[in-house]
T-cell receptor, first 113, second 116 residues
Framework: DAGVIQSPRHEVTEMGQEVTLRCKPI?????LFWYRQTMMRGLELLIY????????DSGMPEDRFSAKMPNASFSTLKIQPSEPRDSAVYFC???????????FGQGTRLTVV | GDSVTQMEGPVTLSEEAFLTINCTYT??????LFWYVQYPGEGLQLLLK?????DKGSNKGFEATYRKETTSFHLEKGSVQVSDSAVYFC???????????????FGKGTHLIIQP
C-alpha cells in the first residue's frame, strides 16, 4: 500500500479564498483523522471519522472549517473563507479497528497571505 | 482532559551519546502510549508503542517503558547517530474512553540534534 496520500503538498492562497485539502487513507482502515500542526500549538486533532461518519469534531476551530468523508477512500477538509491564522501544516492519518496506531500522510503546508 | 508533557528542546548531543527524552502524561482512563518521529518535511512515523502498564516498546535501538505509577513514558537510546536527528513526539490514545481509536493527544515535540 502507498500509505496515506494527501494533496496538495503545498498550497498558497489569498485571504478570503476557499481551500480544500484532500486525503486518501490506507485501504481497509476504518478510522480517519485530521490534525493541524503549528509552532505555537503543536499538533491538534481537528476531527475524526469512523466508517465515514464524523465522530468527534470538537477540535474544529470555527465554522469556517468543515470536513467530509463521502466514501471509505476519500476525505476533504475545507476552509471557507481562509484567514492568515489558518496557515499551518495539516495532516491526515488513518488507523484500523481498535488499534490506535495511526499512519500519517506527509501533510499539506497551507500558507494564507 | 488528557495531556502530554515532554521536555523542551532543542536537545543537542554528540554522536554515540546516551539519549533520554522525558514524557509524562495525564489521562482519566487507561491510555496506550506512543513515540512518533518526524523528519524534516515529512509526516509523523510511529517509532514505538506500549498498550499497558510495564510494557516496553522498542524499535531501531530506541526503548520506552510504560510506567503507570509515575505516569511516564521516557524515550531512551544507548548510542545516538546523526541520522536520529528529528523531532520526537510523545502521544497517548484512549485515555478518555479506555480504548479505541479516539485520536491521539500529542506533546509539543522535542527537536533532537545529533552532531558528528
Amino acid at each position: 500500500d502507498a500509505g496515506v496520500i494527501q494533496s496538495p503538498r503545498h498550497e498558497v492562497t489569498e485571504m478570503g479564498q476557499e481551500v480544500t485539502l484532500r486525503c486518501k487513507p490506507i485501504s481497509g482502515h476504518d478510522y480517519l483523522f485530521w490534525y493541524r500542526q503549528t509552532m505555537m500549538r503543536g499538533l491538534e486533532l481537528l476531527i475524526y471519522f469512523n466508517n465515514n461518519v464524523p465522530i468527534d469534531d470538537s477540535g474544529m476551530p470555527e465554522d469556517r472549517f468543515s470536513a467530509k468523508m463521502p466514501n471509505a477512500s476519500f476525505s476533504t477538509l475545507k476552509i471557507q473563507p481562509s484567514e492568515p491564522r489558518d496557515s499551518a501544516v495539516y495532516f491526515c492519518a488513518s488507523s484500523f479497528g481498535e488499534s490506535t496506531e495511526a499512519f500519517f500522510g506527509q501533510g499539506t503546508r497551507l500558507t494564507v497571505v | 482532559g488528557d495531556s502530554v508533557t515532554q521536555m523542551e528542546g532543542p536537545v543537542t548531543l554528540s554522536e554515540e551519546a546516551f539519549l533520554t527524552i522525558n514524557c509524562t502524561y495525564t489521562a482519566t482512563g487507561y491510555p496506550s502510549l506512543f513515540w512518533y518521529v518526524q523528519y524534516p518535511g515529512e509526516g509523523l512515523q510511529l517509532l514505538l508503542k506500549a498498550t499497558k502498564a510495564d510494557d516496553k516498546g522498542s524499535n531501531k535501538g530506541f526503548e520506552a517503558t510504560y510506567r503507570k505509577e509515575t505516569t511516564s513514558f521516557h524515550l531512551e537510546k544507548g548510542s545516538v547517530q546523526v541520522s536520529d536527528s528529528a523531532v520526537y513526539f510523545c502521544a497517548l490514545s484512549g485515555g478518555r474512553t479506555g480504548g479505541g481509536a479516539d485520536g491521539l493527544t500529542f506533546g509539543k515535540g522535542t527537536h533532537l540534534i545529533i552532531q558528528p
